[in-house]
């Protein structure tokens, strides 16, 4: 018997224990399979039920490009292969390589942020991408955003928050507004508190809601860490480690939250991960490592955008820009001062704002599914362009 000729369930059972990566080869050697993985129940359980296949994206030089990092000290200092950008192309109407400033991830989806302000959904594994229609004040004032879904037994339905948020103590002015990709619309969010700040630092999305370093606006030194709960549109509070300010936040294996603190007197860098995440007790929080930067930084500032911490080996992957020498590097740092290496990345005269660096899991999720408007949805990523190391030896 072939698997083809098995009942319809348990042929679904089977594929949704398939990694991504292998089920896309598949797509088009049947018509049913290829109906079966377009299918948003079979996605769903394929999200919740098959490995994950992580790649290390870069955001640089206006591109997204694939890494490879190699770490064994028992064959050779640590390495970051920098490889060729994924072909993410404008509307129909200008069929321009777009230049990206910004962008945020959340289970297999990018949303990024064009130098001309405009919003694109995309998923660079399926080649599909989605132009998101301006809101009512997109283009008044700058914008912040954040990426997540509203976590429906069935379905993820994905969701944009855009803020804008007053710098002055005094004048406690915030916006919000959701972006609902089954609605293809936005709306203002009422209701919320306005007594803290959100550090533009950067944020992370972890099993659909998304979390920013936040500050109490009557008392800066007073941190903390915010989440935004996109089922029930609503903040809540959670704590940090017992570090003073300047922190960064980051995912480990898609499960964790990590924090790294960095300080200047002395200067010094510590790495930090959550313990219990996911349950309703406060967050506990444990030292992964420590560095002493004075062994391992040529100057004394170094402005860290991003970072991934490898929480077996103890190593921290961390591009940033060296405010002495005005050069872009990526730092590869070891425990114990272990070893570092430090692998400038600009190849061109470009420069990218706020270079950042994620591990994005290729997923199923189909942008045209969650939206009304299909006119919008392109397909402008090439099959090849996005590869990975596993299927490169079996072409």
Avoid at 36 to 56: G, N, S, V, W
Wanted: hydrophobic share 40%; net charge neutral.
């Amino acid at each position: 018997m072939m698997i083809s000729d098995l009942p319809h369930h348990i042929l679904e059972e089977i594929l949704s224990r398939v990694p991504a990566t292998t089920l896309r080869r598949l797509r088009p050697t049947c018509k049913q399979w290829n109906a079966l993985l377009k299918d948003q129940i079979f996605t769903e359980k394929h999200h919740r039920k098959a490995p994950k296949q992580p790649l290390l994206l870069m955001l640089k030089e206006f591109r997204i490009c694939p890494v490879s990092v190699k770490i064994d000290l028992s064959v050779a200092a640590p390495s970051i292969v920098f490889k060729d950008a994924l072909d993410l192309k404008g509307t129909h109407f200008s069929l321009q390589q777009v230049n990206i400033v910004e962008v945020f991830h959340c289970e297999g989806l990018l949303l990024c942020v064009t130098k001309y302000n405009k919003l694109v959904a995309w998923n660079p594994f399926l080649g599909e991408s989605k132009w998101i229609q301006s809101s009512s004040l997109h283009y008044k004032k700058r914008s912040s955003f954040a990426l997540g879904y509203k976590n429906n037994k069935s379905c993820r339905d994905y969701k944009i928050l855009r803020y804008w948020q007053s710098y002055k103590r005094e004048d406690q002015v915030v916006e919000f507004e959701i972006y609902e990709f089954s609605s293809d619309s936005w709306r203002f969010l009422d209701g919320i508190s306005l007594d803290y700040y959100i550090h533009g630092s950067g944020c992370v999305s972890l099993q659909g809601n998304t979390y920013w370093v936040a500050s109490d606006r009557k008392d800066e030194d007073c941190l903390f860490l915010l989440g935004f709960d996109f089922t029930t549109e609503r903040f809540r509070r959670l704590n940090l480690p017992p570090v003073p300010a300047t922190m960064k936040l980051s995912l480990v294996r898609e499960e964790q939250i990590s924090v790294l603190h960095m300080s200047y007197f002395p200067l010094k860098m510590e790495l930090w991960v959550t313990s219990n995440f996911g349950t309703e007790a406060a967050l506990s929080w444990s030292k992964s490592f420590e560095v002493d930067l004075l062994h391992v930084l040529e100057e004394r500032f170094l402005f860290v955008t991003t970072f991934l911490l490898d929480e077996d080996k103890k190593v921290v992957v961390c591009p940033g820009e060296s405010c002495w020498y005005m050069k872009n590097v990526v730092y590869i740092i070891g425990e114990d001062d272990e070893y570092h290496t430090e692998i400038p990345y600009v190849n061109s005269t470009q420069k990218s704002w706020r270079p950042r660096i994620f591990n994005y899991v290729p997923s199923l999720v189909q942008i045209q599914q969650r939206t009304t408007k299909q006119e919008n949805v392109m397909l402008v990523t090439k099959k090849q362009d996005f590869i990975l190391p596993e299927e490169k030896k079996t072409q």
